[in-house]
């Protein structure tokens, strides 16, 4: 996978199908009913039952709105994954002004993902990823694509400036 930025804003290129596939999986991770991931993405936060029940009939609603807006972007974005042109492989342009939604909804799929998979921190070491199952393997891998991903958004990756727009990169 590479990336650089463009003239609308960045792009992931080199995307192959299980990348492609993961990243499908973000806006279903963040609609998800699962009690583990709603449980993960809105957990309790006070510990005075009265004051937990507002928060709940306040903020959760509003939370849900918003992974759900989220989670609409990203699947927007999503549809406009284009085949590079004499590659096997696609491009992802998220575009300036989307790096917000992008950011959180890759970081509730991160969360996701590891309540889905019973995951526990060890996991994520080198040792504890070999103990893992095949399926939790997987989902740890999935992570930390999510997670580099969200280092390129931070800024944290240091990518070229190209001159040129998304539409020079794909097939027409």
Known sequence: ????????????????????ETLKGVPMLLESSDARVRE???P??????????????HAVPELERLFLSRAQLVRRDLAGV??????????L????????????????????LFALN??????LEPEGFRKGTEK??????????????????LGDVEIDDLDGSFEDFILE
């Open 44 to 57: 309790e936060t006070c510990d005075d039952p009265e004051d937990e029940a507002q928060w709940r009939r």
């Open 40 to 42: 993960r993405l809105l």
């Open 118 to 123: 019973d995951l526990r921190a060890e996991h």
């Open 1 to 20: 996978m590479w990336y650089a930025r463009v003239t609308e804003g960045t792009v992931f290129g080199g995307l192959q199908a299980p990348v492609l």
């Open 93 to 112: 342009l998220v575009p300036t002004g989307h790096e917000a939604a992008w950011l959180g909804s890759l970081n509730a799929a991160r969360l996701a």
């Open 136 to 153: 939790q393997q997987h989902a740890v891998l999935r992570i930390h694509l999510l997670a580099e991903i969200q280092s390129v958004l």
């Open 82 to 91: 284009r085949k590079l042109a004499n590659f096997d492989a696609h491009v």
